[in-house]
């Protein structure tokens, strides 16, 4: 049995919504499933993100690892299958999953992320990895294109946003969205899901993938550690490590730091604000 963390329970129970609160009502006897399933032996406190509990475990051979168990939506529907095509390579390593019930054994990392290095080591990490991990996406990935049509009908509609703002966004979804690319695109690669290893020094965790084009996904790396005066910078940095098409880059970080806007709120509100705002064309 596994303690399920406080904060994580309530936060969840807070949504009020019915899947996610059957989920955790039923995280313990998932996690008894699949301890015994992979003679796992629990070895230290559960963590939490946002939508998953990850439990430090040990495999029958003492080897440690982690068991995450994961609420199923949209976003997290491939991470198992980016990780098996990574294969290690630059992100931390699957040793076992079940699709169906959102649950994965993952190799263990070391508990320091890429928001301890200073922030232009950081980028550079975080863009070499960018593009080390750019591959083909299988077919059954959802894509950009499916995704800029659904904001191209949102947006409009979005309250509290300046027209001009949700003009363009609409425009660069109805021009780029179509012909966006296939590649598989990690948009949730920010500097706390990049973690120190031991046998390479930064690996990424908890990906969010669709297939698209390789300049979408750079909004994150922008609004994790907010420099106001250095959006430009930091984004002319990515696009130079990623050898990416600036002005397309350019394009789906604003569209990107709309979105945010639009449906977000507190801090994330305000620096997609800020982002969109710098990034908008004059």
């Not at 294109?145 to 003009?167: F, H, Q, V, Y």
Request: aromatic residues 6%; proline residues 6%; glycine residues 6%.
């Amino acid at each position: 049995m596994i303690r399920i963390p406080k904060d994580f329970t309530d936060t969840v129970l807070s949504w009020g919504d019915d899947d996610a609160t059957r989920w955790l009502l039923g995280l313990p006897e998932l996690a008894a499933e699949y301890l015994d399933r992979w003679d796992l032996t629990p070895d230290g406190a559960p963590l939490n993100g946002f939508c998953s509990v990850v439990q430090p475990v040990r495999l029958p051979d003492g080897r440690p690892a982690m068991l995450k168990l994961g609420l199923l939506h949209e976003e997290s529907e491939h991470e198992w299958l980016a990780l098996s095509l990574w294969d290690g390579d630059g992100a931390v390593r699957l040793l076992a999953h079940d699709a169906d019930d959102g649950v994965l054994l993952l190799e263990r990392l070391r508990p320091e992320c890429l928001t301890s290095q200073p922030i232009e080591q950081a980028l550079v990490i975080a863009g070499t990895l960018r593009k080390r991990l750019r591959r083909p996406a299988p077919h059954r990935m959802r894509t950009l294109r499916a995704s800029a049509a659904r904001w191209a009908e949102k947006l409009p509609r979005a309250e509290g946003l300046p027209r001009r703002i949700i003009d363009e966004a609409v425009d660069h979804c109805r021009t780029l969205g179509p012909v966006a690319l296939d590649e598989m695109v990690n948009e949730d690669q920010h500097f706390d899901n990049i973690l120190a290893g031991d046998r390479e020094p930064w690996l990424v965790i908890d990906p969010k993938v669709l297939a698209g084009d390789p300049e979408f996904g750079l909004a994150t790396l922008l609004w994790n550690r907010f420099e106001p005066d250095r959006v430009e910078h930091r984004l002319a940095t990515l696009v130079e490590i990623e050898e990416l098409d600036a002005a397309k880059a350019r394009a789906w970080t604003f569209v990107s730091a709309v979105v945010n806007w639009a449906d977000a709120d507190g801090w994330v509100n305000d620096t997609c604000q800020a982002i969109a705002t710098t990034l908008a064309a004059h």
